[in-house]
């Protein structure tokens, strides 16, 4: 029997409104009738909203919050003029043990803020970070941070590297995720001393994790490892680059197709197939929040319904796990095994470790 | 009347051979009769192979040079012991004066070593970067450094800033082409510092450019400026993941094309324009090392012969131009701007530029 699970709903997030959200909430409902939803925003919006959808209805309450976080708003301005904002609202009630999981389509930044302010970094984690599905040729990758840290020193980048395993042995329920660290090919050149020191630490310590090495841009989207480790700067911009890329491509495909006769008889066959692709490269659920001491879900800004009900769904797979109890274990597993079984490499990379925890 | 142009070949270069290569020669030789082409590498090799191409033959000298970089060697390796290699003596002939631009498919790390080492770094610029065209939704882009340099300083971000304005005028024909920098939307997050700092010495210099400011990972296939600049770490990931998610999405549209019967017929109609987006997805010419005392242009490794002859095109378009003068020029601009027209802020920044050039 899966227990019951109470999910916070940020409702007042994201570009497309309180309607695609609870209509989002809906959709997700008929697929988790268990769980209870806690929506958080403007009640006199939402409340004719939530009306229109009974069983939703039936399994939902408003918690009315008077104010709404702009997506241009500065997370510092949030954390000190936000507390009547839907978005904090919907945080602090994870933060209170009121909610299993919360949902939010908000400011990014602002979220990551009130997440960290309220509900803490878990155990030996210094920074959280946000992880995203990425779409692979083998199935999906976990890459991590798209954008939390742009600084990250190397036993950040272990941290990542220990929550993003946990977080794709959850995810896709596999039991020995491999892991590489995001690099450049060439040899001999300056300034990746972080990436290489991270390697360093993963490889020594007596970790059970799939360490594979180092991996390039392209490997990425080829599916080469299930976790993807990189600071938040450089995982930003590449996600971004992805998705402006594949953007151009069916660009170049449209005008492609239109451009001839054959072309655009093809483009009619092929409607089908090209609606298929344009739904596999929608940036659907966003990215999930790492290394908190509770369970934080941001969807992409940008969402419609069926994006939404997909971040619930994830959501909700997330709860259901023990994730951050498997984070806590395995970060401690590293400093047992790096200090414990002492060889001279891996007993060097204890207090390193130890130093990030602190 | 264009003035003759000697062009240095490394003909041992890359993955597809000396057949392609000089196969590639050929075709550019047609497009650009008034070059004359050295060609280096193994004589007995090159001289069946060049013979089967009597018009660039006519045009045509091989260098003998007995060694071979391979695409795996270090470049302090070759530095060290490469002299007798195809790449060096490329280079050399150019350093000596001897051709006004070196064209390879080889070791990237290797050549720009020995580049570095035998034409040396133009006046005031630090460290040379690569270049590569980047294709968008408008048309074309120039991206660097894509490799050169992982560890960079904000005066060395301005280097390439002016190196690639200089770049996107010869080579796209426009007066004022438009140069961002590239960094995420995140606010107020740390370890970004090099980029701001280094915005705001182009927002200070009185250069005569027009600095759009900060761009993100998908302005880049969206063509919103002309320049897109980034360290080399951070380059090569972003271009590399770009290949890999182009690649995916074609396989994805494969996929969703022969999954339907109807996707089948559409395929079939459609072949044409999928093989037009499949040219347009090509890495091409590869990259172009901008910032040396001499003109480089870096093939693509895994190019075929049709790829070998763009890169020969870029190179003809380069040395008939004065790039290497006008950056030299530009970059004097900074300084005088920076240093002569003092507000406080320019003041500021005229010994930052200085310590770099140093």
Redesign the interface.
Known sequence: MVRELTLAIDAMGGDAGPEAIIRGAAIARRRHPKVHFLIFGDEAVLKPLLAKHRALAAHAEIRHAADVVRMTE???QVIRRGRNSSLWHTIDTVAQGNADVAVSAGN??ALMAVSRYCIGAAEGISRPAIAVLW???RGQSVVLDV??????DAEQLVDFAVMGEAFARTIFGIERPTVGI?N?????????ETVKRAAQILRDSELPMEFHGFV???????GVVDVVV?????G??????????????????RQ??T??F??R??????????R??AR??DPRSGGVFLGLNGLVVKCHGGTDAHGFASAVDLAVEMAESDMIARITADRSGIKLGAAGHGEPDAAHTAPKIQAAAS
């Open positions: 500065k997370p510092s990014t930044g779409p692979t040729i954008g939390a840290n742009a600084g990250c995001l450049i090919g060439e040899e001999e050149i300056k300034g990746v390039e841009g392209n490997d990425i989207g080829a990189t600071d938040g700067f450089t930003n911009i590449a996600l971004k680059t992805a998705e402006g890329t594949a953007r151009l491509v069916v660009h170049y495909l492609s197709l451009r001839s054959f072309g008889i093809g483009a009619l066959f092929a409607r089908g197939a090209l298929a692709l596999k490269l």
